[in-house]
Each structure stands twice: as C-alpha cells, then as structure tokens.
C-alpha cells in the first residue's frame, strides 16, 4: 500500500477518533448528569422521610398518614426506575469507549505501519550510501596504486 493511501486512511481513522472521544465525553456528561439527578431525587426523598418524621411527632390523621406514605411510596418507585436507567448510562459509556479503544487501535497500527516503512526507506538509502562510499574508496585505492 503506498504512503499517500496509508496518509489518506490515518487522516480518516484520526478524524474517527475525535469523533468516538466527542461521543465517550458526551456518554460520559450525560451520565453524570443522571448521577447528579438522582443524588437530587434521594436527597429531596431524605428531606421528606426527616419532615415526615417531624409532622408524624407532632401528630397526624390517619389521612395525612396515608398521603404522606403514599407519596414516600411514589419516590421510592421513582428513584427504583432512576436506578433501572442508570444502567442504560452505565452501558453506553462502556460501548463508547470500546469504540474509542478500537479505533484508537486502529490509528496506532497505522502509525507504527507509516514509521515503519519510513525506517525500511531510510536504511535503504543508507545502505545505498554505504554502498556509493566503499565504491568511492576502492576507486581512490585502485587510482593510488
């Protein structure tokens, strides 16, 4: 494969990396913002569980039991279907950055293909200059003799 075809993939592999790293960051942002959502629904269900506690020290009706219980019940489901969703966070960031390290991979290869070929040419050349310089003396010997 010529150098400008390996030129021409590295560019493409490299502008496929940024691209993955922009979607893992995003995977990522979007994940911690769930994080930070569900710290907030806890502590809102703590604030409520310590209120609760202090409305039910200064005397409830059995009504306002039940709403208060009810509404307690709701949030536990709703932080229950929070922890459910934290998964699907959880397992984008995983394939974003699998992504990320394949392709990552992949231009590395290319790299080390590209350096690699460059060394092959460049011993060659200085073979080749060896090669001109021992002609070049043994020349010079053969003349002085």
């Known amino acids: 494969m010529s150098d400008s075809a390996l030129e021409l993939i590295l560019s493409r592999t490299k502008d496929e990396e940024h691209q993955a790293s922009l979607a ?6 979007e994940r911690d913002n769930y994080l930070q959502q569900l710290q907030q629904i806890e502590q809102y269900r703590l604030d409520y569980c310590k209120q609760f506690s202090v409305r039910g020290q200064q005397g409830l009706t059995a009504s306002s ?25 959880d397992f984008q960031v995983e394939q974003c950055s699998e992504h990320w390290h394949e392709v990552r991979k992949k231009r590395r290869s ?11 040419r460049q011993q060659k050349l200085d073979r080749q200059e060896q090669l001109m310089m021992d002609e070049f003396a043994t020349l010079q010997f053969s003349r002085r003799r």
Do not use: P
Request: charged share 30%.
């Open 110 to 120: 290319i790299e080390w293909l590209l350096d690699k070929k460059q060394t092959e």
């Open 24 to 29: 893992l960051n995003q995977a990522r942002l």
């Open 65 to 89: 039991y039940s709403h208060l219980q009810k509404f307690l019940t709701q949030l536990d489901e709703t932080l229950a279907k929070q922890k459910e969703a934290g998964y699907q966070f």
